[in-house]
């Protein structure tokens, strides 16, 4: 590197050090985006969807741009880092937690909860010997009323008779 610079001469040299400086400020930027991603992901349970996760990187990167949530979105999904899943709507919904779990998905607020229920595998073994499909996992998703909207309702059903 020393003798590129004394061949070519400084200028060359200060232009080598912008690039290099700008290739390492781009990449310094694209790791801060996709931490801050997985940062909004890890610090909720909430599953959220792409556009909430925007809002939220945005506190912490205000240039942000929602097509870049997107794409590190992707990214991170392909590297496994999280996982993408569509319950009862066809909006994807992201989750930062990457061992497999069970779901339960509220129907009136469309909350989606993690549930601590250990992993069936007994199922995907039963399908397999009978349908001799090759089974490499499996999702369940639980659908119903979550506490709150329980909550709520019994609420209402108490104004109602008084
Ligand atoms: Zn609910
Ligand atoms: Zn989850």
Partial sequence: ?????????????????????????????????????????????????????????????????????????????????????HIFSDAARFDGNTNMHYHFCCDRCGKILDLDEPIDATIETKIARRTGLKVTGHHLELAGLCLDCQEAESDTGNSVQR
């Fill in 1 to 85: 590197m020393i003798s590129l610079l004394c061949l070519t001469g400084t200028i060359t040299g200060d232009i080598i050090m912008i690039i290099i400086t700008s290739i390492w400020t781009m990449a310094h930027r694209k790791s801060k985006q996709k931490e801050a991603i997985i940062k909004v992901l890890r610090g909720t349970s909430s599953h959220p969807c792409a556009e909430w996760i925007y809002e939220q990187a945005r506190k912490e990167m205000p240039g942000i741009g929602l097509a870049t949530v997107y794409r590190n979105l992707r990214s991170l999904k392909e590297a496994g880092e999280i996982s993408e899943m």
